[in-house]
């Protein structure tokens, strides 16, 4: 399984951004679909997920109100719109796979993409 992040960038805060994960190599519906982020210095959290129903949706506390994820499974794309940014988001965002056999959406993800990185300026 392959998967490639973008549409990171510099925003300034309370702007929007919205990033993409293109999954390949194998159904695209075999996995739950997840985003997680790692600031500077800081372990990497939880941010956003989705099953691969797309039904089922989970978020952090932090984000919940302002970041909203969604799947296209026809695209093998996952999407996370994330509005109010503000500084303390600023990080290299992460899309992850997890086999959807496993349930709970937060951790234990098997595949992993290179990252985009966010910058939220005050």
């Keep these: 399984v392959q998967l490639q992040a973008s549409g990171g960038g ?3 805060a309370g702007g ?3 990033l993409s ?3 390949s190599g194998r159904p695209f519906n075999y996995y739950h679909m997840g985003w997680f982020r790692q600031a500077p210095g800081m372990e990497r959290e939880f941010v956003a997920a989705v099953a691969w ?3 089922r949706r989970d978020y952090a506390a932090s984000v ?4 909203t994820i969604s799947r296209n499974n026809a695209e093998n794309t996952v999407y996370l719109q994330m509005n109010s940014l503000k500084p303390e988001d600023t990080a290299v965002y992460y899309c992850a796979a997890k086999w959807k ?3 709970g959406l937060q951790s234990d993800y098997d595949y992993w993409g290179q ?3 966010v910058t939220v300026s005050s």
């Design 21 to 23: 994960c293109v999954q």
């Design 101 to 103: 056999i496993h349930n």
């Design 16 to 18: 929007s951004l919205r």
């Design 115 to 117: 990252g985009t990185l």
């Design 53 to 55: 129903s797309g039904v």
């Design 64 to 67: 919940k109100g302002r970041f």
């Design 10 to 12: 510099l925003v300034q």
